[in-house]
C-alpha cells in the first residue's frame, strides 16, 4: 500500500492534498485497493459548501457503495472531469490523476485534526 507524506489523511481513507487555502481530496490507495474496480463517482455540484466529516458524494465500485467524507470544510471548486470519463484512475493512479474533487478550505485548523502518513499507516496496519 502506497501512503505519502506529503499528504494528510481521515479514519475514514481519505486524503487532502493542501495548496495554499485550497486543497486536493480524493481516497488513499488503501481504500481503492479495499473497494475493488471503480465504476461510478456521485460528487455535488461546483459551488456547494460541505462542512468537515459530512458525506460530499459516493463511490461506486462493481460490489459496493461508499460514502466519501470531507476531511475539512470547505466550499467545492471543481470536481475531477478526468474521473468522471474514467472512474477506474482513482485504482490506477489514487494520489495523481484519481484525484476527486479541489475546494477551498474554511478554516485551515481543521487540518490539524487530520492524521500523518505515520498516523495513517498505524490504522491501516502498516
Known sequence: MNVLENLKYTKDHEWIRMEGKEAYIGI????QHELGDIVYVDIPSEGAILNQEEV????EA???????FMP???ELLEVNE????????????PYGDG???K????????????LTAEQYKQLIGL
Open 62 to 68: 462493481v460490489k459496493t457503495v461508499s460514502d466519501l
Open 103 to 114: 475546494i477551498k478550505v474554511t478554516e485551515l485548523s481543521e487540518t490539524e485534526t487530520l
Open 56 to 59: 460530499f458524494g459516493s463511490i
Open 72 to 74: 475539512v470544510g470547505g
Open 99 to 101: 484525484w476527486i474533487i
Open 28 to 31: 488513499t490507495d488503501f481504500a
Open 82 to 93: 478526468m474521473i468522471d470519463a474514467d472512474p477506474s484512475l482513482i485504482n490506477s493512479d
